[in-house]
C-alpha cells in the first residue's frame, strides 16, 4: 500500500495520505509543525477522535442519501471495522476503532451514561493490558479524552448549533472538533505547552472534506492495483483536496498569532477537568431536575 501511494502522489501528497490512511507521520517535513501550530495533527493520525469525526461525517452523509437510522447505524460501524481493518489493525488504530464505536452508539442509544461505563470498562482492559498507557500513552489519552468529549462536552454545545448553516455537515463537524478540542485543551497544555488559537478555524475549514479525500484515496489505491492509468486518474481529485487542506493550514500557520507556547502544571489540568466535569454534571442535574419538575406537575 505504501508503495502504490508513492506512485499515486508526490511528496508531502503521498505521507499525507498515509497519514490519512494508516496514520504514518513520516515523510511531512514541515508540515508536522504547521500541522501542530495550527492544531490540525489528529488528521494524521489514527485517533478516536478522527475516526468520531468521520462517523459522524458518514452519518450526515446517510442522512443526505436517506439511509434508516437503524441502518445507518450498522452501515457506519462496519465503515468503521472496515477501516480498522484495512489500516493493519494495529493496537492504536484497534482502540481508535472502539471509541469511534462506542461514541456512536452513546449517540444511537441516547445513553451518554451507561456508554460512560462501557468506555471505562474498556479503558479498564486496555490499562490492565498495558498499565503504562495510563501515564506515558498520550495517544491512549487523548483519544480516551477526545471521545469522552464527543459524548459528553458535545451537549453543552448544542446551543450554539443553530447559528451555523447546517451545509456539508458543518453543524455536527464543528460540534466534534469543538468538543475534543474542548476536552483535550488541559491535557495537551500540560504535556506539551502549545495553545493553537486557529485551531477551530482550520478544523472547521478543513474537517469537512478529510473523510471524503480518504475515501478518495482508498479508492485511487484501489484502482491503481488494477490500472496504474486509473489509479492516478482516480487520485486527482484527493490531490486537490490536499493540495487546498496544505494551503489553509500554510496561510494559517504562518501567522504570528497562530499558536502561542503556554504550559500548565499538573493540579491546573486537574482543576480545569474538575470545572468540565462539574458543567456536565450541572447540565444533566438541571435536564433530569426539569423533566421530573414537568412530570409532577402534569406538564408532560
Known amino acids: 500500500v505504501a508503495e502504490k501511494i508513492s506512485d499515486l502522489w508526490p511528496e508531502p501528497e503521498a505521507s499525507f495520505m498515509a497519514g490519512l490512511l494508516y496514520g504514518y507521520r513520516g515523510g511531512l517535513g514541515d508540515l508536522n509543525d504547521l500541522f501542530s501550530r495550527t492544531g490540525v495533527t489528529h488528521i494524521v493520525a489514527v485517533s478516536g477522535f478522527n475516526i468520531s469525526v468521520i462517523a459522524t461525517i458518514l452519518i450526515?452523509?446517510?442522512?443526505?442519501?436517506?439511509?434508516?437510522?437503524?441502518?445507518?447505524?450498522?452501515?457506519?460501524?462496519?465503515?468503521?471495522?472496515?477501516?480498522?481493518?484495512?489500516?493493519?489493525a494495529s493496537a492504536s488504530v484497534v482502540r481508535a476503532g472502539v471509541m469511534g464505536i462506542i461514541a456512536l452508539l452513546s449517540k444511537h442509544v441516547g445513553r451518554s451514561s451507561r456508554i460512560g461505563n462501557v468506555m471505562l470498562t474498556a479503558a479498564t482492559v486496555m490499562v490492565l493490558q498495558n498499565p503504562l498507557v495510563l501515564w506515558y500513552d498520550a495517544g491512549f489519552q487523548l483519544s480516551f479524552l477526545s471521545t469522552l468529549g464527543l459524548v459528553y462536552v458535545s451537549p453543552l454545545l448544542e446551543k450554539f448549533q443553530k447559528y451555523l448553516p447546517n451545509v456539508l455537515g458543518l453543524q455536527e463537524s464543528l460540534l466534534s472538533t469543538m468538543s475534543a478540542i474542548i476536552s483535550t485543551l488541559p491535557l495537551i497544555l500540560y504535556q506539551f505547552g502549545r495553545l493553537s488559537?486557529?485551531?477551530?478555524?482550520?478544523?472547521?475549514?478543513?474537517?469537512?472534506?478529510?473523510?471524503?479525500?480518504m475515501l478518495a484515496g482508498t479508492i485511487a489505491v484501489v484502482l491503481g492495483f488494477i490500472s496504474p492509468t486509473i489509479g492516478a486518474l482516480a487520485a486527482w481529485p484527493a490531490h486537490l483536496g490536499m493540495q487546498y487542506i496544505i494551503w489553509v493550514?500554510?496561510?494559517?500557520?504562518?501567522?504570528?498569532?497562530?499558536?502561542?507556547d503556554v504550559r500548565v502544571p499538573a493540579w491546573a489540568a486537574v482543576a480545569a477537568y474538575a470545572g468540565l466535569v462539574y458543567a456536565i454534571y450541572r447540565k444533566s442535574f438541571l435536564k433530569s431536575y426539569g423533566k421530573n419538575y414537568l412530570s409532577a406537575n402534569g406538564k408532560i
Not at 465503515?79 to 489500516?87: K, M
Not at 488559537?197 to 479525500?213: D, K, Q
Open 197 to 213: 488559537l486557529v485551531a477551530p478555524f482550520v478544523n472547521v475549514l478543513i474537517l469537512w472534506l478529510i473523510s471524503w479525500l
Open 249 to 260: 493550514v500554510r496561510w494559517f500557520a504562518e501567522l504570528n498569532w497562530a499558536s502561542v
Open 60 to 88: 450526515t452523509a446517510a442522512t443526505y442519501a436517506c439511509v434508516p437510522r437503524q441502518k445507518a447505524f450498522w452501515l457506519v460501524s462496519l465503515g468503521i471495522v472496515g477501516f480498522v481493518i484495512f489500516t493493519g
